[in-house]
């Protein structure tokens, strides 16, 4: 059975191509896909970083440190920014915001839309505890302790 072909897909073919004449330098690697045949969250550069990248393998928002084969960036956050800006914004005349992100591209814990803020998991868009905050007298500080209050409850 033949397997589909997709971005991911050429883009290994070209790696095993390029592998088998040993024109593959030493921190490259073979691009990964998801079920859906589609990029991976995130790319890493051993010793060095790992980053989000888009389904289509485009670098997005989100960096951190490689630190070994098992890593893990699920990168909901920098994705979901990605959709937005591809489906949403260039719809509307104005500037769509979207959720705050980390610097690893997930979810900021703290969540808020005008004066309401929600607890949010930061790997997913699912949000735990919905509380009613006056920011004028609610610190990003208090706020992020409440939702870690709630995360471990």
Do not use: H
Request: net charge positive; hydrophobic share 30%; charged share 25%.
């Amino acid at each position: 059975m033949a397997r589909e072909t997709t971005a991911v897909s050429v883009d290994q073919d070209v790696f095993d191509a390029r592998a088998s004449r040993g024109e593959v330098g030493a921190l490259e690697r073979r691009p990964y896909c998801d079920a859906k045949g589609r990029f991976v969250a995130f790319d890493c550069v051993p010793t060095q970083t790992c980053f989000c990248q888009s389904e289509e393998g485009e670098r997005l928002f989100g960096e951190v440190l490689y630190t070994g084969p098992l890593q893990n960036m699920p990168c909901g956050c920098s994705r979901f920014n990605e959709q937005i800006r591809k489906l949403i914004s260039t719809k509307v005349p104005f500037p769509v915001p979207g959720p705050r992100c980390t610097a690893d591209g997930n979810f900021n814990p703290v969540q808020c839309i005008d004066r309401i803020c929600y607890c949010m998991i930061q790997t997913s868009i699912y949000f735990l505890k919905y509380f009613g905050q006056n920011l004028l007298t609610t610190t990003q500080r208090r706020a992020t302790t409440a939702c870690k209050k709630k995360q471990r409850s």
